[in-house]
């Protein structure tokens, strides 16, 4: 039977309606006249309507399908097609009249509205019939879809409403928040507490769970899908009739705002043309790390100085490929040469090759791992790459005829308390020694900047934060007291830039990111500028919550510019060279020696012990961070 309905064509369905009205029409005349005579006599009356009646049946069946009656869906037989059932029965009315009249047929005018009416209320009736009959046949032919709605309010009442005449799905029972409608019937469906969710979704086989709250928060939605997600339930989300229709905004809130936003300080201006053009301007310029965040907004700012060729040497093939593509659209109409470079910086063999082929005079040095967590937890890995990458980069260099090279370090280099910060240290320390060893005049100028987090990049905890909040939080922050140095990606790369230019040689410079800020603070900026509020002691009701998690391996409260506090001013207001001490030659020879040695081994231990061995306060921070830890309570 179900197969019989589905074969049904559009045309057959509106004959079937045709030949039902036509049925309807005699039914409801008949109907008219029992009311208007005795029971004998009614037959009799019908009986002198004959004449027209094959007229009336003509004249309702073209009526029918110029209104659109015959046509009309049994789901969507709704207010709108009712109102064309009147409309239509009315016409019959006239139509009924004008034929008896003028076939000299004697029949009373009340005879005629009585005729209308039954011949309406019998469509309606009728319809309603057909459909649950419909409805009837799909129920047991395939298996429906048992939904509990959660929110008995405006849209899960229309919900509802549509839902109902759906042949696979079948709403059960409503959950709402609200416990004044607690034990009611609303749309003809019981309410239940949400604390009944799992009770109901047991008794009552629900399927799948629909959320029909759409002024409630992103976050709010967000942390009622998980919840009922791990009661093994399939949770769907819709916003409300207004949205659909376009009367209200259907889009989400959680629009990303600029980090610069967060800096709570004034930006430092980023336009490469103010000063130190002339250093990278007509130069074949290598990038290392030019598919990262620092990397590909090296490759942007060195683009407007308008170099000769651009080498861009990348170790991740799909960053690689972004930041190549990107360019090629930027340098279009310019002559500037783009090469990509598929490679490591520990391949000496390379890298070699690469400074020879392309005759490089500027390096920019930004490949590292950054990422404190995972370099703690993959220390070899993230040593060899940033020590040892640079080592054999930055001595390359020089015996490649390489005028300038610039290292990108971080202030995490400073009393590292972790892997990362050492071996960006040592880092330093290998580029501070070839640059004791360059003649006056002759070779490349070796310089390093340093500077604190990059709001926005990578890893960063801005994007994490947002990411965090479309999932509906919890926003984790590590501790209260947790604070760090932050810049945006254009302004820091735009002072790379300028102190590379001033470089003499063997410079430490350090970039004034302004005070540094609590990471809670952050926080919270980024959680009330997506327009949300703070969910804590003081404000229960809120939508985020901030949960502290605790210091990760390697992780200090705060960082530090310098190792011994003297800075020195330079020709530009926001970059500072600092005066650190260096190693000797052989010390430096010493502890490479040793540092290949343990990754020749693979001597985590040893590797570690090579770092404390020559990075000042590396040993000293260890210990104080497993002391903090030790006796360090989460707090909420």
């Known amino acids: 039977m179900l197969n019989f309905i589905k074969s049904l064509s559009r045309a057959k369905k509106r004959n079937i309606m045709l030949v039902i009205d036509s049925i309807l029409v005699p039914l409801a005349l008949l109907f008219a006249f029992s009311l208007h005579a005795n029971g004998g006599d009614a037959f009799a009356m019908l009986l002198s309507y004959l004449p027209v009646l094959p007229y009336l049946l003509l004249i309702s069946g073209a009526l029918s399908v110029l209104l659109g009656v015959s046509t009309i869906q049994l789901n969507a037989y709704e207010s709108g097609a009712i109102g064309l059932t009147g409309a239509y029965s009315v016409a019959l009315v006239l139509v009924s009249f004008l034929l008896t009249t003028a076939a000299r047929i004697p029949v009373n005018i009340s005879t005629h509205i009585i005729f209308g009416i039954s011949f309406f209320i019998f469509s309606i009736i009728t319809r309603a019939i057909m459909l649950q009959v419909v409805l009837a ?32 799905i079948e709403p059960v029972a409503f959950v709402d928040d609200s416990k004044a409608l607690h034990g009611l019937i609303v749309a003809r469906l019981p309410v239940y507490s949400p604390v009944r969710i799992a009770q109901i979704a047991a008794e009552k086989n629900i399927d799948r769970v629909l959320l029909a709250l759409p002024s409630l928060s992103l976050p709010k939605q967000a942390q009622i899908s998980r919840r009922l997600q791990k009661m093994g339930l399939e949770v769907q989300s819709l916003p409300s009739f207004a949205q659909l229709v376009g009367e209200e905004a259907l889009v989400d809130k959680l629009t990303d705002v600029e980090p610069n936003l967060f800096l709570n300080r004034d930006e430092v201006s980023s336009a490469t043309g103010e000063g130190g053009v002339e250093s990278y301007q007509g130069k074949t310029v290598l990038i290392s790390g030019a598919g990262g965040s620092i990397g590909s907004e090296l490759c942007r700012q060195i683009m407007e100085c308008r170099p000769a060729k651009m080498v861009l040497f990348e170790l991740s093939e799909v960053a690689l490929y972004k930041v190549e593509m990107e360019l090629r659209q930027i340098a279009e109409d310019s002559k500037i040469e783009i090469i990509p470079v598929l490679g490591s910086v520990t391949d000496d063999r390379q890298v070699r090759r690469v400074l020879s082929d392309h005759q490089i005079q500027v390096v920019l040095h930004a490949a590292a791992y950054k990422h404190v967590p995972l370099v703690e937890t993959n220390p070899l890995t993230g040593l060899a790459n940033n020590v040892l990458g640079t080592q054999t980069l930055a001595s390359e260099s020089a015996k490649a005829g390489v005028e300038r090279f610039i290292l990108i370090s971080s202030d995490k280099a400073v ?48 994007p994490l934060f947002q990411e965090q909040l479309r999932r509906g939080g919890p926003v984790t922050v590590t501790h209260r007291e947790v604070s760090r140095y932050f810049m945006t990606v254009q302004e820091a790369v735009h002072l790379v830039l300028r102190a590379g230019s001033m470089a003499k040689g063997g410079e430490v410079f350090v970039l004034d990111m302004g005070k540094p800020v609590h990471i809670e603070k ?53 970059i500072f060279s600092a005066d650190e001490v260096a190693l000797s030659e052989i010390e430096i020879a010493s502890a490479l020696r040793a540092l290949r040695a343990a990754l020749a081994a693979s001597d985590e231990e040893a590797a570690k012990a090579v770092a404390m061995r020559w990075v000042e306060g590396y040993s000293l921070a260890v210990q104080d961070q497993i002391a903090n830890a030790a006796q360090y309570t989460p707090l909420s």
């Open 137 to 168: 046949i799909y129920r047991r032919s395939s298996v429906r879809c048992r939904v509990l709605i959660y929110g008995a309010g405006t849209t899960g009442t229309q919900l509802v409403s549509a839902l109902r005449s759906h042949e696979n």
């Open 415 to 462: 009393r590292p308390s972790n892997v990362m910060g050492a071996s960006k240290r040592l880092a330093e320390l290998v580029v501070q020694d070839l640059a004791s060893r360059v003649p006056l005049g002759e070779g490349p100028i070796y310089t390093m900047v340093r500077f604190g987090n990059v709001l926005g990049s990578s890893g960063s905890v801005v």
């Open 522 to 574: 952050l926080a919270r900026q980024i959680i009330e500028s997506a327009g949300y509020t703070v969910r804590d002691a003081k404000n229960p009701e809120g939508d985020i919550e901030i949960e502290f998690t605790g210091l990760r391996p390697g992780e200090k409260m705060t960082e530090e510019l310098t190792l011994t506090g003297n800075l020195v001013g330079t020709t530009h207001r926001k």
